[in-house]
């Protein structure tokens, strides 16, 4: 009987470590996931499968690791010459249209996450990320510490550092040999934060971070137009500052409805010097239906401002030093309507189905649809 | 950013003067619900949106350290 009371009392501090530090939930599991990704106007489409698992070694150690590979098709909007207008390729002559210019890619990436659980509870997390594309690699490095400032762990602090490395060959438009040259970036991500059981059915976490990137920041794939309408007016590689500065603050929270149902909220503020602000409020509702079906629903708000050095406008760059025409670094916003639903066959073995319809007030509209399986060992 | 720290300190100063109940370990059966996971239900289907907004949107981070570059933004 002791023994068994022993066992609830471990079994529970566990849960408050996952509550309280929004740490890994230790558990041992393969699962495999597939994504289907399809914008509007035959834009980007992504067909996502993925493998991820999770395993304890003893008490005091656990590794996962996931692995996803993207196929990607379709287009992505940038300023082209108008066929239309006698223009071509790399012309310094005629008229220009942003439309789409299509594309084929496909991604591997994977990672691996060594937890390091110590005498007093404390969780250290240790990762490498890696990501691949025919014309860009990445590499990362992380490491996070979890500690407890309280006996009842009802609290906790933590502070997280990672560094990732990018390499990526970049296209010049206006060389007009197509050939390409490899450039470099990379990016400090440092966030620090609290976690607090507030009560027994609710939990908040608040976390400040910041994010220097570093190297070349420009989007290859992107073009603008400068001194449209004059003998000098050329379509080139957009130009971005080689330096980012952001900062921000995350605030979650979670609470219990009442038996079966939960409720989550996430507020992000993110802030950089390109001027770029942006706040996300990010709801989450889950209800328990029975022991075998969960349903969930979902509404994420986003809003941002414009890049400093952003315009639409093929008339109005001449000769700034920094211009984009990208239209994710303009001012919009965008909904996100989601839904899920879980089904547990049994205590080993689970599915998902998600979907999600993502909205933005550039004119662009996705789906996504998730489907996975979950066994447990 | 300083204002913004301020205001974060504060929240979390008000609720830990007045909000904040110490909940002893068994008392934490409802909060070990997998429905009462910051993280939510499938952390891999949440990794899967978050790479969408970052490849969609020109701001990114607050959700972990973890994580890698990616050609897509």
Known sequence: ?377 | MIKVLLLALSVSLFMGCSLVKEVKPWEKETLAKPIMQFGGLHPEVTKFESHVYFSKEASRGGSGVAGGGCGCN
């Open chain 1, 1 to 377: 009987m002791q023994l068994k009371k022993s066992y609830i009392n471990i079994s529970k501090v566990t849960a408050l470590a996952i509550i309280a530090s929004n740490s890994l939930y230790a558990e041992n599991y393969v699962s495999v996931e597939f994504l289907q990704y399809n914008e509007n106007d035959n834009r980007v489409a992504v067909s996502a499968p993925s493998f991820s698992t999770s395993y304890d070694i003893g008490t005091d150690y656990n590794i996962k690791a996931d692995f996803v590979h993207d196929a990607v098709s379709g287009a992505t909007p940038s300023w082209q010459p108008d066929s239309n207008s006698g223009a071509s390729s790399r012309d310094n002559s005629g008229d220009y249209q942003y439309k789409n210019q299509e594309f084929t890619e496909a991604r591997n990436a994977g990672s691996v996450m060594l937890t390091t659980r110590f005498e007093n509870r404390d969780e250290l997390y240790t990762g490498f990320d890696y990501s691949r594309e025919s014309d860009f690699d990445s590499k990362a490095i992380s490491a996070e510490y979890m500690h407890y400032t309280d006996k009842s762990h009802n609290q906790s602090v933590n502070i997280g550092v990672s560094y990732s490395f990018n390499e990526l060959l970049a296209y010049q438009y206006d060389s007009g040999s197509g050939a390409s040259q490899k450039e470099e970036s990379n990016s400090l991500n440092i966030q620090a934060g609290i976690s607090q059981v507030l009560n027994d059915h609710s939990a908040l976490k608040v976390e400040g971070f910041t994010i220097i990137d570093d190297g070349y920041l420009t989007n290859p794939h992107a073009n603008v137009v400068r001194n449209n309408n004059t003998n000098n007016q050329k379509l080139v590689t957009e130009n971005r500052p080689d330096k980012r500065t952001a900062y921000g603050v995350n605030l979650k929270y979670i609470t219990l409805l009442n038996d079966d149902m939960s409720y989550k909220v996430n507020y992000r503020f993110y802030a950089d010097d390109w001027d770029i602000n942006s706040h996300t409020i990010d709801n989450d509702i889950y209800y328990k239906m029975n022991k075998q079906l969960t349903f969930g629903v979902g509404l994420r708000y986003y809003i941002q401002s414009e890049a400093n050095f952003y315009n639409e406008n093929k008339d109005f760059f001449t000769n700034e030093e920094y211009a984009s025409s990208d239209e994710r670094l303009s001012d919009f916003d965008a909904l996100t309507y989601k839904t899920s639903i879980d089904f547990k066959q049994n205590d080993k073995i689970s599915y998902n189905l998600g979907g999600e319809f993502y909205s933005q007030s550039t004119g662009l509209d996705a789906s996504m649809v998730t489907l996975g399986l979950k066994y447990k060992f």
